[in-house]
Nanobody
Framework: QVHLVESGGGLVQPGGSRRLACAAS????????ITWVRQAPGKGLEWLAT????????YYAESVKGRFTITRDNVENTLYLQMDNLESEDTAVYYC???????????????WGEGTLVTVSS
């Protein structure tokens, strides 16, 4: 059974940093593209970043490029999102999600975690 569990959320001051983690189980983690998505209060889902199966390629939304870094550990089956220079607009629930297809991605996501809340406020 596929499980994705995010952690690391909390309150952070503007300009601060936070690292989120997504622990995966129930599937062969190292063969799937994995994605971070967020949802700000009252807004829709926003794609943030995707990493390929072996971690050698990453893709970012313009809104977070240069501030956020997606990485993965295929030994620990964990995805990370390092967030630096946080802004109030980054306040959101952050989700990780796996691609629906192993190997070449479909860019459709079939399993999601329950999310972790990041609040950026002084």
């Amino acid at each position: 059974q596929v499980h994705l569990v995010e952690s690391g959320g909390g309150l952070v001051q503007p300009g601060g940093s936070r690292r989120l983690a997504c622990a995966a189980s129930g599937f062969t983690f190292s063969t799937y593209y994995i994605t971070w998505v967020r949802q700000a209060p009252g807004k829709g889902l926003e794609w943030l970043a995707t990493i390929n199966s072996d971690g050698t390629a990453t893709y970012y939304a313009e809104s977070v490029k240069g501030r956020f870094t997606i990485t993965r550990d295929n030994v620990e089956n964990t995805l990370y999102l390092q967030m630096d220079n946080l802004e109030s607009e980054d306040t959101a629930v952050y989700y990780c999600a796996k691609d629906s297809r192993a190997g070449p991605p479909s860019y459709g996501m079939d399993y999601w975690g329950e999310g972790t809340l990041v609040t950026v406020s002084s």
